[in-house]
């Protein structure tokens, strides 16, 4: 079995590192943070352009097809850089619970095709992530309504929601309450059609914010380390003292202890196997736990200037300390691992040589 990346996927994350290194740098990021809606419309056009919002629409529909393995590298990139910008939620999670209605399905024909050129954006609202991202902007809302029998999925207009905005301690993010009414003009799939499709959400989901919690924790690793290497006391650069070389190792373990557990959960995904949900759950608990590490060692590698508006590490310690609890907190990730784990029946399977059997 081979778990390298291809030649074309390693191309593939380069281009978009390369993309929004340019599009993305931090100065430019607190522009739009301070915009009244926290959006850019001008970078979202260029994501489009790149492609980037096409990447897991099917093929029939105008996109690329692309599946878990290739955002799991796209994920990383958006954590790096901080991207103020729910993209993953339209670009990733929609079209999943669009591709999976039937084909010619008016709602899938519809809103497909402006995923790929970029002129929509889709909110995702669900039991486990009540607060809703970008709800404000979106022109379509993909609710999830817990019923009896299983989990309806309804495509609500923004003109059926009432929104009230959730301050949020990191300034990128635009979360929002929605309260809305579900009926039969909105109901897309009923329980029993709707919860294999929420529940792939929820993994899809889960590895998003795995990916994006890797890439925000190199991203302080790397601030940390340029700042040790240039901040001198008693005439030496910080990062020669073993006290700041302990630190800075530790999160380098975490990051490379984490990242593999991504990488298997995507391919579970991408290849439908039945524990794929605890393979999820795994991924961002073990990418979380990165991040945080991350963001306490690089804190103390700056200082306390590392709290303040104007160091660039405060970008990516708050929104590491928000995705933490996205789309599950520890607890209900733990849960979900703990259940598996003590199942009698996949009890006995446990160990080193079983993990990829």
């Not at 380390?225 to 700041?244: L, N, V």
């Amino acid at each position: 079995m081979d778990f390298t990346f291809t030649e074309d996927q390693i191309a593939f994350r380069d281009a978009v590192s390369r993309f929004f290194m340019t599009e993305a740098a931090p100065e430019q990021l607190r522009e739009v943070w301070e915009t009244g809606a926290g959006r850019s419309a001008a970078l979202r056009k260029k994501i489009a352009e790149q492609g980037l919002t096409a990447l897991s629409v099917p093929e029939a529909e105008g996109g690329l097809g692309m599946g878990d393995i290739d955002w799991a590298l796209m994920t990383q990139e958006l954590g790096y850089y901080a991207i103020p910008d729910s993209l993953a939620d339209t670009a990733y999670l929609a079209p999943g619970l669009l591709a999976g209605l039937p084909a010619g399905h008016a709602l899938r024909a519809q809103w497909l095709p402006r995923v790929v050129d970029g002129s929509c954006r889709i909110a995702i609202g669900h039991p486990v992530n009540p607060w809703v991202a970008d709800a404000h902007l979106a022109d379509l809302l993909l609710m999830a309504h817990p019923v009896a029998d299983g989990c309806e999925l309804h495509a609500v207009p923004r003109a059926k929601v009432e929104l009230t905005v959730l301050p949020s301690i990191d300034a990128s993010r635009r979360l929002f309450e929605v309260r809305w009414h579900p009926d039969t003009e909105t109901r897309v799939l009923d329980g029993v059609a709707g919860a294999p499709q929420w529940a792939a959400t929820l993994d899809r989901a889960a590895l998003n914010v795995g990916g994006q919690a890797i890439g925000l924790a190199q991203r302080m690793l790397d601030l940390a380390t340029d700042y040790a290497a240039q901040r001198k006391q008693f005439g030496k650069p910080i990062g020669s003292f073993q006290a700041i070389k302990h630190h800075l190792a530790d999160v380098v373990t975490e990051i490379e202890f984490a990242r593999p557990v991504l990488y298997r959960a995507a391919a579970a995904l991408a290849a439908g196997e039945p524990d794929a949900s605890v393979r999820a759950s795994h991924a961002k608990l073990a990418c979380a736990a990165a991040a945080w590490t991350a963001a306490r060692k690089a804190i103390q590698v700056h200082g306390a200037m590392g709290y303040t508006w104007e160091v660039d590490l405060q970008m990516f310690m708050k929104r590491a300390w928000v995705l933490d609890a996205a789309w599950g907190d520890r607890a209900f990730h733990r849960a979900r691992l703990g259940a598996a784990l003590l199942d009698a029946e996949t009890l006995p399977s446990i160990g080193p040589g079983t993990t990829f059997a």
